[in-house]
Every structure is written in structure tokens, then in C-alpha cells.
């Protein structure tokens, strides 16, 4: 079993940033990959960012040049680091593990609670 904690969600301007953090714990979290997924009220949970074990990085269109996917196997964390914000960027954002990077929900084995992010125009 893998234990997973966002924090840092929050309100911001449009422009803005915000960085979300997700703590692990149980299973060793070094050989998960991480993803970030958003959904807003009446829609699918939307891909946004992966990382694998080893680093490699993957986008959703909408978020590439703004947003940083990052980890820390020492600390059993993962970070996504969001930027030049955008009002549609608004969503409750979860983190995710799975045995490999996908952008597929159905994927992932593990999921956080989720974290508010709005962002205001």
C-alpha cells in the first residue's frame, strides 16, 4: 500500500504561481512512478504531468512551459511547480502512483485525497 498527501493548493491570481506537494509513504516510493491529474465538477480527471522513477517528464499540452513536475525519493515527495496560472487552470488536483508513467487514470494505483486550486481572473 502507498499513502498519498497533497498539500499546498490554495488560491491564486491569474499569472500566478503555486506549488503542490504530495508526501508518500508505506510501499517504497522510488519505484513508482507520479502523476498530477485535475478534474473540475461534471467532468473526467484530466492528465496532467508524470514522472518516472528515474526523472523522465511528461505534459499535458495545456500545462507544457508552465508547469514542473519534480520528486524527491529522499524525502518520499513529488512536487508540481505551476506557473503564469490561468483561470481554467481552477480544479482539485491529485496526486497519483503507478507502476509505470501513463496518462491514463485507470493506470494508477494509488491516489491522494486531492487539493483545491482556484485561480482568479
Known amino acids: 500500500q502507498v499513502q498519498l498527501v497533497e498539500s499546498g493548493g490554495g488560491l491564486a491570481q491569474a499569472g500566478g504561481s503555486l506549488r503542490l506537494s504530495c508526501a508518500a509513504s508505506?510501499?517504497?516510493?522510488?519505484?513508482?512512478?507520479m502523476g498530477w491529474f485535475r478534474q473540475t465538477p461534471g467532468k473526467e480527471r484530466e492528465f496532467v504531468a508524470v514522472?518516472?522513477?528515474?526523472?523522465?517528464?511528461y505534459y499535458a499540452d495545456s500545462v507544457k512551459g508552465r508547469f514542473t513536475i519534480s520528486r524527491d525519493n529522499t524525502k518520499n515527495t513529488e512536487y508540481l511547480q505551476m506557473n503564469s496560472l490561468k483561470p481554467e487552470d481552477t480544479a482539485v488536483y491529485y496526486c497519483?502512483?503507478?507502476?509505470?508513467?501513463?496518462?491514463?487514470?485507470?493506470?494508477?494505483?494509488?491516489w491522494g485525497q486531492g487539493t483545491q486550486v482556484t485561480v482568479s481572473s
Open positions: 497519483a502512483a503507478a507502476r509505470t508513467p501513463s496518462r491514463e487514470s485507470h493506470n494508477y494505483d494509488y
Open positions: 508505506g510501499r517504497t516510493f522510488s519505484w513508482y512512478a
Open positions: 514522472i518516472s522513477w528515474n526523472g523522465g517528464t
